[in-house]
């Protein structure tokens, strides 16, 4: 017997579709970085290697994704600036050693500029702010985007702290390296599902 849905539970429906979807790609990433730690070696979490650029892109695409939605959707142009400058501010973070050598005074804290153009811009444009940071903190893309906050902050900053690792397993010589293992992985998944949760916002919110 066919079943009638309205446009509300088809939005469910296709909702849960693609958080099905978000899981899977996550599960096949995870098993891609397996394999790369095993043709990579002791190399896949050093500085500028292959773990940290991706990192940088992931935090740049979905700076861009979100950047991209301000034109298509005016009332969420606010959330969509704030939320493209936390990326960009991110990726200036993860570049800091970079721009040590590049700007050695100011280094990667020109990133400042991003968040405080946002903020400026949301200021500015309040009334309208407020209702569109309802309507986000209502969307499946805000949920994602906390997951990933998780990921990203308790569990890999707190998690892989050295202290909590010492206490573990001692005092080893390789402590750096499990160190490292721990939170870089942690972050790549959490850069990836932000990179997810980007792709869902602009699903939300892209006019029709």
Known sequence: MATNFNKTELNTIYSTIRQILYFV?????????????????????EEHGIIENMQISFLLSAGIVFFVNTFHDKQMRAISYILASLCFFATCRELDSFFD???????????FFFP?????YAFLTFNNTLKSALQFLASPSFLMMCCAAIIILPIAQCIGHRPLIIATIGNIDILP???????ECCELIGYFVFLLSSIEYNINFHKK
């Open 101 to 111: 050598k590049l700007i050695p005074v100011i280094s990667w804290k020109f990133g």
């Open 25 to 45: 790609a996550i599960f096949a990433f995870v098993l891609l970085v397996n394999v790369m730690a095993k043709h990579y070696k002791t190399a896949t979490f």
């Open 116 to 120: 405080l153009f946002a903020g400026i």
């Open 177 to 183: 390296l499990i160190k490292q293992l721990f939170e």
